[in-house]
């Protein structure tokens, strides 16, 4: 249990306290045994964010968006058409994040997200940088405004899928 009078302290960054709302969120998910894996990867990446762990948390960031993706995919398509989206036809392995957000959410909800300034950002800003660590071609570790940015790209495309696709 935890106290309403204590600050909830995280790991590393400066202390603060949480708003009103996000305290009850969090002690709302803390009361109940269910688990959301988007929740978790999203405090953990603003942790590593503050941490200073830049590329960890631009790793998270892209973990969370194609969660977010599946994750809408799931509860709105049809199997077979999640199938569709999620596969090529001739051998059936698994298409990339890319393929899901231009070709796929154009074709299965009419929407050209792929040709969007958010898109754009998001491919430009996050996931370039992501390929770039995933396959050892970025050993350094990237800036905090370049985080910063691929986190905000992130967000700005989520919401945008938000508004046009996944809640219309």
């Known amino acids: ?9 995280y790991n590393g960054g400066q202390d603060f306290k949480l708003e009103e709302d996000q305290d009850q969120k969090l002690r709302g998910l803390l009361e109940t045994e269910s688990y959301n894996v988007r929740i978790d990867i999203h405090f953990q990446m603003y942790d590593n964010f503050h941490l200073g762990h830049y590329n960890i ?49 154009n074709e299965y909800y009419n929407f050209d997200f792929g040709s969007t ?16 660590i ?5 050993l350094e570790s990237v800036t905090k405004d370049q985080c910063a940015i691929a986190i905000n790209c ?13 809640n219309k």
């Open 1 to 9: 249990m935890i106290p309403e009078h204590h600050e909830i302290k």
């Open 57 to 105: 948390a631009l790793l998270q960031s892209v973990t969370l968006f194609e969660n977010f993706i599946y994750t809408n995919l799931k509860h709105t398509l049809s199997k077979t058409k999640l199938e569709k989206i999620k596969k090529r036809e001739k051998c059936g392995c698994l298409v990339g994040i890319s393929e899901i957000c231009t070709r796929g959410i």
């Open 117 to 132: 300034t958010e898109w754009d950002n998001l491919k430009i800003n996050t996931l370039k940088l992501r390929n770039e």
């Open 134 to 138: 995933v396959h050892g071609e970025l």
């Open 154 to 166: 992130v967000f700005e495309a989520k919401h945008l899928l938000e508004r046009e696709v996944f």
